[in-house]
């Protein structure tokens, strides 16, 4: 037990951190620090460590139907920010080496694609995809999952059906989701 002496604390600047001081987003996996709801902890899949859900962004509602096992990406696989991040960066190698083509490989710009912003309102790529799982930006693997339809609908929608593009986006997606997400992405189910 540590004993403060309250006589050595004047200062005015000093103050008692109590639970109202301490951040809904106080643990996180990197720096190992706890929160102070131990009731509402969730255990990775991956590492077993055990997260905070509101550090792991769940709202309450996410957290009880993972609970109860009904939530339909959490209770296949729920994985701590490392371990996601770790996975998404996975999931993006494995679908960058699918891209025989390289048609997902970077942003597609109106010089490439002639008129491609006036179809395409929320493109999406590969290394938009990398940046963005670098950067943690993904709660969880599903959301790649989502970026990659996304990507793949981009290219069905502006492409001329049949032709080499749509063909090569008709292929990537099925073997993606043969040789990716059948494997590696459980968590991930198709939106």
């Known amino acids: 037990n540590i004993h403060i002496n309250m006589e050595d604390s004047k200062d005015a600047s000093f103050t008692w951190k109590t639970p109202t001081f301490i951040p809904d987003s ?53 994985l701590c920010r490392t371990c996601c ?13 699918e891209d025989k083509m390289g048609l997902f490989a970077e942003p597609v710009t ?43 609908n981009n290219a069905l929608m502006f492409n001329i059906g049949y032709k080499p593009y749509w063909n090569e986006a008709k292929r990537f997606y099925n073997a993606c989701n043969a040789n990716v997400f059948c494997d590696e992405g459980k968590g991930a189910p198709p939106s």
């Not at 991040?85 to 080496?97: G, S």
Request: net charge negative.
């Open 26 to 78: 106080y643990f996180y996996p990197e720096t190992g620090k706890w929160g102070y709801n131990e009731g509402s902890m969730i255990c990775c899949d991956e590492c077993n460590l055990w997260v905070h859900a509101g550090c792991a962004e769940l709202s309450k509602s996410e957290y009880i139907i993972t609970n109860e096992g009904h939530h339909p990406v959490y209770s296949k696989e729920f």
């Open 85 to 97: 991040q770790r996975k998404c960066l996975a999931l993006l190698n494995m679908l960058q080496e």
């Open 110 to 152: 109106d010089k490439v694609a002639h008129n491609y912003s006036d179809v395409i309102k929320f493109p999406m790529d590969l290394q938009t995809m990398m940046i963005r799982a670098k950067k943690g930006e993904y709660r969880n693997y599903a959301w790649v999952r989502e970026c990659f339809e996304l990507m793949v």
